[in-house]
């Protein structure tokens, strides 16, 4: 376009000359030659481009699960795609413009202190958990919980680990796929649908109203004595029953290693110590005529293998009955640990409970909790539990949104062992 115009311009200028010379004329001839020759090699140009561009192969229409890696030029990317379609095959891909990797964190410092023989006064610092979720598709999403936490000091009498050592525990780790909301299917480690306080509070301590959670529900690691973590598969989901809100979560995987020896780790992850598996059913409502009121069971079924001992058929029941609104909370459940050693006659059963009841003024949150367990000494599986029973109360102050300090005193009697009076200071956070 410039030599074009010069072109017109040196023409016009030409024209405009009273008697045109002779040295004009020739110049003004080779430029307009020149502008032909650029021309043509600009058509020429163009035309090769429009043979060699991938717009020329059969459009293919955009969808999510073909969007671009972010590690790939669009070059190579579009290569790819015209090859794909060539071959008839097109693997899923990632949307990465809609599938984000979130991360949540949570944690707590403590400071605690008790009467217990042997125990000292003490900073602690808790978990650090990291909630990990990704939405892989529409149907298929990912979660996970990763914890650091101190090596535990003292559990009923008994030290295991390493104290003052950090270690990293997967605590959670879940492909989920949802197909509607009567059948979810989750695959992975998960939290075993044992009655309400195992699936309704995981590992942070900032989601509960006090510091810790009960007797009953402690983590295997802490001393449980429910198999509290489980690998398999679960599924869950609805029951078409109008205003009733049934549900229902059927469980199957690798249960949990006996607590004898009692080092060993008993949340199964890689290898399961039998070919037998472990069964659990839980059945609850949360009926529409009662806002916030949840009430079930669950029926768990294994077959235990500890060392120097017959096979112990365990089986537990739980039932629950909470009501849960913004300002008001009251959780109830009970459960029994049924131990029957094969080819014995006699059976083994540890009962418990706890009720916890709170109440939110404001930004405080008092509450109150009483349980109870009573394991044989005879048991086989934890002789080291006994009858333990007690009242706590605390306070909850919720300092923003994101911290809570708990204040918690703790008075448990324990079987042939003087009563314990305990004191927590707790500061629990989300970021």
Known sequence: ??????????????????APGAEVEPTVQML?????????????????????????????????SRSIAPDKTS???????????????????????KTLLRVRGFGDINFHGDTQKGDTTSFTLGQLNLFVTSDISEKFKFLGEIVFEGGPDNIFGVTRGENNVFEVDVERLL????YNDYFNLSVGRYHTAI?????????????QTATGRPFLFQFEDRGGILPVHTVGVSASGAIPSGRLGLHYVAEVGNGR?????????PVQNVIDDQNH??????????????????????????VLAPNQSPRIGETILAAHAVYIRPNFEWLNEALVVRHAPLGQPHIFQTPGFYTQISKRLGAYRPYFRYQYVNGSDREL????????????????????????????????????QQAINALALQVGFTF
């Open 1 to 18: 376009m410039v030599l074009l115009l010069l072109a017109i311009l040196l023409n016009t200028m030409a024209r405009g000359q009273s």
């Open 277 to 302: 598996k472990a069964y659990n059913l839980a059945l609850f409502a949360r009926p529409e005529a009662v806002r916030g009121l949840q009430a079930g069971f669950s029926v768990y079924r294994d």
């Open 381 to 416: 599986i934890f002789p080291d539990v006994g009858r333990r029973q007690g009242p706590s109360a605390g306070l909850r102050f919720d300092a923003s949104e994101s911290v809570a300090l708990k204040l918690q005193y703790d008075y448990t009697t324990i079987r042939n």
């Open 257 to 265: 290693a006996s607590r004898a020896p009692f080092l060993d780790e």
């Open 195 to 207: 009655g309400y306080y195992n699936t309704a509070y995981h590992h942070s301590t900032w989601f």
């Open 75 to 97: 070059a190579q990317s579009e290569s790819e795609g015209t090859q794909q379609v060539g071959m008839g095959t097109e693997p899923e891909r990632m949307d990465f413009s």
């Open 32 to 64: 307009l030659h020149r502008i032909e020759q650029l021309e043509a090699r600009v058509a020429q140009l163009e035309a090769a481009r429009q043979v060699n561009s991938p717009a020329a192969a059969p459009s293919v229409p955009a969808s999510p």
């Open 175 to 178: 492909l989920q796929y949802s």
